[in-house]
Structures are given as C-alpha cells and as structure tokens.
C-alpha cells in the first residue's frame, strides 16, 4: 500500500496576474487531501472519494483493457469523465502507467469541504502525478490548466513566492511568518468560486498591464517582509483597488462588510472561495452577525 499527499493552497497576492508575470505570495494549507494506492489482481481500478467526514461521495470503477481504460458503472458521469481525462493524459505522459496484469484500488480523502476552493483539483492532480512519476505541472497543464502555483503549494512545507517568466517558472521558499498573525483570519464566503470563469473574466478585461503587475511584484515583497499590522492592511488595501481596477469589479469590503473595522482582501477568484481579513480585534462576532460562518485564524489554516 502507498499512500500520498498534497497540501491546500491559498493565493495571498497576484491573484489574476500571476497569469501574466506577477511574483505572488502563496501559503500551503494544513489541510490537503491524500491517495492510497492498493494493488489488486482484477486489472481494474475501483475508484472511491471521501469527504472531509469520511463519506464517499463518488466511487466507480474503471477497466483496464487494451491499454484503455473504461469506465464499467458511471461511464457517462462528468466526473467520471474528469477522472478517465486525468488518467488518459498520465498515460500520455508516461506510457508505462497501468501496464501489466494488476489493477489498483485507488482511495482519495480529502481533508476539507470540497467546495472550500482550497485545492480539490490540484491536490488531486499532484497525488496522482506522484503515484505515476510523472510531471505534476505537466499534467496540470494537460487538465485543469492555470498558473501552478497551487501544484508549488501541494508540494510545499512553507510559504513561497510564484513567478511565471516566459516558459519558466520561478518558486522561492520564503520565510511568510508575520509577527501579526494573531490578528489575520479567513473567511469562508459561503459559495465556491470557478476559477475558470474567473480567469475568462480577467482575460477579456485586460489590456496594458505592465505597471500594474510590476505595481503587484512589489507590494508582494513588501508584504512578506511587513513587521506592522497597520502596514499589512495598507498593502492589502492598494492591492485590492488595484485588481479591482483590472478586472473592474467592486471590492468585497465594498460589497458585503463595508462597516468592517479591518481589511478585508479577496485571495484567487473574486467573489467566492475564502477571503483574508486582517483586524486588530477578533471580527469573528461580526461575521457571524452577517451570515459567514466559517472563521479560520490563521495559525488553523496555514502551514508553518
């Protein structure tokens, strides 16, 4: 039996732009997801997914036939579909996955809500590259697509920053460990965020973006080295008017806690997914006041 995992991610700066050259700080989460592998004698695959509770909420079973794989209960199920893909395309990637006579009893368990946007996907597509031995921003690149800084986080034991430059991609381990962050939480905004949709919005927006995202590169440095809580806020306030002139959507302070003493900061796709608040007082209490939930502190989210 082999067992793999992958941390979550959250993207504290360069959402959007890090598409297009920005340098951004990213912190892997406590919470990931895991893939135990069991070798079976059926060449086939049975396939179960577990919620953060331990309940399955998907399970099938693919056959391994002629160096194809079909799936033998769920064959026209999306997700089903999504899974056959990401499969075909390690197979891609490297022709000697799934050859042989044995099959494999694959269990994924995921150790968050899936619709908490901290990484189904990637953390799915990193365990599954490494159970392969194939290239994990390859196959990302082959599926789901993006920047990759959430495969960087996957594999990551600290914070990092991320740069894309022309095909290359650029990733630092950096020592994000602000003297503040007793005073910095999470907040679930009650709806999970497609960053596909996102990543359209952005792209049919855009248009000279130079300044804005060397702008970007410098407020993440000056971020990870910020020793003062009123600082933080400042940088996370001109990082906020700044993508919201890009992508020429109302900040979420604006939208839903414009009396909120603190800074509020959106963190990968705008409008859904988890937000960052930075506050010099517990604000748990008011967003509970106004329907959010879900309040992570910091030190129960990020991984040290």
């Not at 197979?91 to 809500?113: H, V």
């Not at 991320?162 to 007793?182: G, T, W």
């Not at 080295?225 to 600082?231: G, H, W």
Request: glycine letters at 6%; hydrophobic letters at 40%; charged letters at 20%.
């Amino acid at each position: 039996m082999k067992t793999f995992f992958s941390h979550g991610k959250l993207l504290l700066t360069g959402e959007y732009v890090v598409l297009d050259g920005a340098n951004a700080l990213a912190v892997p989460t406590r919470f990931g997801q895991s893939l135990t592998i069991e070798i079976n004698q059926k060449q086939t695959i049975k396939w179960t997914s577990l919620d953060h509770q331990g309940h399955i909420w998907f399970e099938t079973e693919f056959e391994i036939r002629n160096d194809k794989l079909q799936d033998v209960i769920h064959n026209d199920h999306p997700i089903s579909k999504r899974l056959l893909s990401i499969l075909q395309a390690v197979k891609d990637l490297n022709p000697e996955f799934l050859k042989g006579t044995q099959g494999y009893e694959c269990t994924t368990a995921l150790g968050f809500p899936k619709d908490w946007g901290l990484g189904t996907s990637s953390t799915l597509i990193n365990n599954i590259a490494n159970w392969a031995n194939v290239d994990a921003y390859k196959l990302l690149e082959a599926t789901f697509g993006g920047s990759g800084y959430d495969i960087a986080c996957a594999n990551a034991a600290q914070s990092l920053t991320y740069q894309l430059a022309s095909s290359n991609r650029h990733i630092e381990m950096v020592d994000f460990n602000p003297s503040f962050k007793e005073h910095l939480y999470f907040v679930y905004l009650n709806k999970k965020q497609n960053s596909r949709d996102g990543i359209q919005k952005y792209r049919a927006n855009t248009s000279n973006l130079s300044s804005i995202i060397s702008r970007i590169t410098e407020l993440t440095q000056a971020m990870i080295i910020c020793n003062s809580l009123t600082m933080f806020q400042q940088l996370m306030n001109v990082h906020e008017e700044l993508i919201s002139t890009i992508i020429k959507q109302t900040p979420v302070k604006q939208q839903l806690f414009n009396g909120f003493n603190g800074s509020i900061k959106s963190l990968g796709a705008w409008g859904g997914d988890f937000v960052m608040a930075a506050s010099k007082d517990n604000p748990t209490a008011y967003f509970k006041s106004k329907g959010f939930d879900i309040i992570l502190p910091y030190t129960e989210m990020v991984l040290n």
